[in-house]
């Protein structure tokens, strides 16, 4: 990509100024959308995919940072060896088959073994004629230990709850024997 966009926008540069509305302009808009494309792709904070069939086509830098690899290491291999772990593989290859089109969450694994939370979304894209795969992924493993502290301390509240509603259930028994005795002892 950052050959084309290279090599466009030094085509742009050598050729005359570009008239309103030419085929220059054109042109222009073109070199302009791969230099967007190229940095939003580049520096937006989820790990983004590309894949053909399973098979890594594509990934930005902010995946790589996420699963610990080098682009190198991981264009052109499987992604459901290196990246999906094993026990979210049968999710993500339903949500494949599905065309699934909504976030999800499954385990990841990275480049040293840890599995990790991520929510993924994914669409389905055609460029070129060639159909691919665009998959987002964000890492949640501070979102499911805060999911767990808030899940804890609703459990803890629930458990005062129904000791105070115990409490107050024995203060009106209590409450009622006393009422009983005092009728029993005028």
Same mark, same amino acid.
């Given at each position: 990509?950052?050959?084309? &966009?290279?090599?466009?926008?030094?085509?742009?540069?050598?050729?005359?100024?570009? %008239?309103?509305?030419?085929? =220059?302009?054109?042109?222009? %808009? /073109?070199?302009?959308?791969?230099?967007?494309?190229?940095?939003?792709?580049?520096?937006?904070?989820?790990?983004? @995919?590309?894949?053909?069939? $399973?098979? &890594?086509?594509?990934?930005?830098?902010?995946? @790589?940072?996420?699963? $610990? *690899?080098? /682009?190198?290491?991981?264009? $052109?291999?499987?992604?459901?060896?290196?990246?999906?772990?094993?026990?979210?593989?049968?999710? &993500? %290859?339903? =949500?494949?088959?599905?065309? *699934?089109?909504?976030? *999800?969450?499954? *385990?990841?694994?990275? %480049?040293?073994?840890?599995?990790?939370?991520?929510?993924?979304?994914? !669409?389905?894209?055609?460029?070129?004629?060639?159909?691919?795969?665009? &998959?987002?992924?964000?890492?949640?493993?501070? !979102?499911?230990?805060?999911?767990?502290?808030?899940?804890?301390?609703?459990?803890?509240?629930?458990?005062?709850?129904?000791?105070?509603?115990?409490?107050? @259930?024995?203060?009106?028994? /209590?409450?009622?024997?006393?009422?009983?005795?005092?009728? =029993?002892? /005028?």
């Amino acid at each position: 990509m950052k050959k084309r &966009v290279t090599k466009k926008t030094a085509e742009v540069k050598s050729s005359a100024p570009i %008239k309103s509305g030419g085929v =220059k302009s054109g042109v222009k %808009k /073109l070199v302009d959308f791969d230099i967007n494309y190229e940095s939003v792709f580049r520096n937006i904070s989820d790990g983004i @995919l590309i894949h053909k069939n $399973g098979i &890594v086509v594509d990934v930005n830098e902010s995946f @790589l940072k996420m699963f $610990g *690899y080098k /682009l190198e290491e991981i264009k $052109g291999t499987d992604s459901f060896k290196n990246i999906v772990d094993p026990s979210s593989k049968d999710i &993500v %290859k339903n =949500k494949i088959a599905e065309k *699934y089109q909504k976030p *999800y969450e499954i *385990y990841g694994r990275k %480049k040293n073994g840890q599995v990790f939370p991520i929510e993924v979304n994914a !669409r389905e894209f055609n460029t070129n004629g060639v159909s691919l795969r665009i &998959v987002s992924c964000r890492d949640i493993t501070r !979102r499911k230990k805060d999911e767990e502290i808030a899940k804890s301390k609703l459990n803890e509240l629930e458990h005062l709850n129904q000791l105070m509603i115990g409490r107050e @259930l024995k203060m009106v028994e /209590l409450k009622q024997k006393i009422n009983e005795l005092k009728s =029993k002892n /005028l």
